[in-house]
Nanobody
Framework: EVQLVESGGGLVQPGGSLRLSCAAS?????????MYWVRQAPGKGLERVSS????????YYADSVKGRFTISRDNAKNTVYLQMNNLKPEDTAVYYC???????????WGKGTLVTISS
């Protein structure tokens, strides 16, 4: 059974940092699958924040987070990370870890972790 479990969310002041983690299990993490971080702010739609290919050599960032967020993955630990620096109130959202497969698209989602940026 595929499982994606996020952790690391919380309440942080503007300008602060958080590191989100996503522990994956139930599939061969190191091959064939991109991993995404997708967020949903209160009352808004889903936004692709960042993604990384299976080898960790290609990444994507939304313009809204470019230069502040860094995605990485440790295939030995079956974990993907999102380092978030210089956080802003508009980063407040539930952050989801999502698996993407070439034949199946965004096929498995974690339950999400809440990030709140507020003074």
């Amino acid at each position: 059974e595929v499982q994606l479990v996020e952790s690391g969310g919380g309440l942080v002041q503007p300008g602060g940092s958080l590191r989100l983690s996503c522990a994956a299990s139930g599939f061969t993490f190191s091959t064939s699958f991109w991993m995404y971080w997708v967020r949903q702010a209160p009352g808004k739609g889903l936004e692709r924040v960042s993604s990384i290919n299976s080898g960790g050599t290609t990444t994507y960032y939304a313009d809204s987070v470019k230069g502040r967020f860094t995605i990485s993955r440790d295939n030995a630990k079956n974990t993907v990370y999102l380092q978030m620096n210089n956080l802003k109130p508009e980063d407040t959202a539930v952050y989801y870890c999502v698996r993407w497969g070439s034949g199946s698209g965004l096929d498995y989602w974690g339950k999400g972790t809440l990030v709140t940026i507020s003074s």
